[in-house]
């Protein structure tokens, strides 16, 4: 089967609301497009950027073009302690990229900042991606490989994770050693 293939490369993103929560680790991006979505690598903020610096390849069959008029990129924020939480998005409108791509034969849009829009529709912060799309492309069965499917990942909760950290320094051998030392006690003022 013949169909395109769009290449996103995630680049930074600076400018990101702040809230300052105990136990923040980083960022990462889930980006959407169609019915695959992406998870990128978890960074840390540098001088008020985060960097992926990523590039992701997305196979789009022909018949996916009218579904898919927008790709999502939505900013979320690690944190250790609770669920992670979205800080925003940004939504990039396909249908032109696509249509030039096909009349021409290939299109790129150098990295260029997308405004982040939060939940209460206001811009905060800025996402700089770059855009490939080469269209012709033979589409192979194995089109899952290029998606990491991240929701059925399962979340650990606090208590687990509080239970590792205190499990592991348990001095256990003691413990049991303990046991067998007062049944040796007591069974030598027995005699």
Known sequence: MRGGALEVLLVRAEGLKRVHLLGSSGHYVIIQCGNQ??????????????????????????????????????????????????????????????????????????????NIVLEDGTYQGEMKLGIRYIPNVELKEQRN???????????????????????????WSKLFFFQKYSAYEESKKSE
């Open 145 to 171: 490989i290029c998606t990491r499917n991240f929701c059925q990942q399962k979340k650990q909760s606090i208590c687990r994770d509080l239970l590792s950290i205190a499990l592991k320094r348990i001095p």
């Open 37 to 114: 979505t992406v998870k990128s690598k978890i960074t840390t903020e540098i001088d008020e950027r985060v960097w992926w610096n990523e590039k992701f390849r997305f196979l789009l069959p022909q018949l996916e073009f009218e579904e898919m008029p927008k790709l999502i990129a939505k900013t979320m924020k690690q944190t250790k302690f609770s669920e992670d939480y979205s800080i925003g998005e940004t939504i990039i409108h396909l249908s032109e990229i696509l249509l030039e791509g096909c009349e021409k034969g290939f299109i790129e849009i150098k990295p260029a900042a997308y």
